[in-house]
Nanobody
Framework: VQLQASGGGLVQAGGSLRLSCAASGSMSSIDAMGWYRQAPGKQRESVAVTSSRGTTNYAASVKGRFTISRDNAKNTVYLQMNSLKPEDAGVYFC?????????WGQGTLVTVSS
């Protein structure tokens, strides 16, 4: 499974960004897809994950502001980020999981100016 993320950039606090992640390869084996992020000096953390069954999980810090969605026809997962805060800044990584494996895409940088 290969993952290609895009959509990061610079935005003012209160603004919005939409991240996209296109998957290719052994798509039939993919269960969950989602996003992690890592801020400078901090550990990588889960932001939002959606399973093939449609269940979603969000970090408490982003609930109500971020929305994860998945287009199975396009093998793409999205992260709509609204009301961005400076603490949302970091490198966002797309992930895809299969039975027994976790795949990472390259990161896309999100910068939020105050």
């Amino acid at each position: 499974v290969q993952l290609q993320a895009s959509g990061g950039g610079l935005v003012q606090a209160g603004g919005s960004l939409r991240l996209s992640c296109a998957a290719s390869g052994s798509m039939s084996s993919i269960d969950a897809m989602g996003w992690y992020r890592q801020a400078p000096g901090k550990q990588r953390e889960s932001v939002a994950v959606t399973s093939s069954r449609g269940t979603t999980n969000y970090a408490a810090s982003v609930k109500g502001r971020f929305t994860i969605s998945r287009d199975n026809a396009k093998n793409t997962v999205y992260l709509q980020m609204n009301s961005l805060k400076p603490e949302d800044a970091g490198v966002y990584f797309c992930i895809a999981s299969t039975l027994g494996s976790l795949y990472w895409g390259q990161g896309t940088l999100v910068t939020v100016s105050s």
